[in-house]
């Protein structure tokens, strides 16, 4: 059965720093595509940036880019989310999101509950 269980969001200043974990159970990251999406307050969750099984790294933000890397850990199956410089407007629900295939165009197929980043000060 697969499973993503986020962890590391948080309250952090505007300029700093967090990372979140994805780690996965019930599959091998080796094999599929898995990224983070967000939901900030009254807004539609949104793609952040996916990693495929190859390694290729999509931005769907471009607010993000210089900011936030994403890497994967095969060996632990997590998936981190570094995010630096953060602003207010990162605050949201972060989720981790495995796609059904090997590429970052794969549909989703499951997603973690999500882990509350809040940036302010």
């Known amino acids: 059965q697969v499973q993503l269980v986020e962890s590391g969001g948080g309250l952090v200043q505007p300029g700093g720093s967090l990372r979140l974990s994805c780690a996965a159970s019930?599959?091998?990251?080796?094999?599929?595509?898995i990224g983070w999406f967000r939901q900030a307050p009254g807004k539609e969750r949104e793609g952040v940036l996916c990693?495929?099984?190859?390694?290729?790294?999509?931005y769907y933000v471009d607010s993000v880019k210089g900011r936030f890397t994403i890497s994967k850990d095969n060996a632990k199956n997590t998936v981190y989310l570094q995010m630096n410089s953060l602003k207010p407007e990162d605050t949201a629900v972060y989720y981790c999101a495995l796609r059904s295939g090997r590429t970052c165009w794969d549909s989703v197929d499951h997603w973690g509950k999500g882990t509350l980043v809040t940036v302010s000060s």
């Open positions: 990693k495929s099984s190859a390694g290729g790294t999509r």
């Open positions: 019930g599959f091998n990251l080796d094999y599929y595509a």
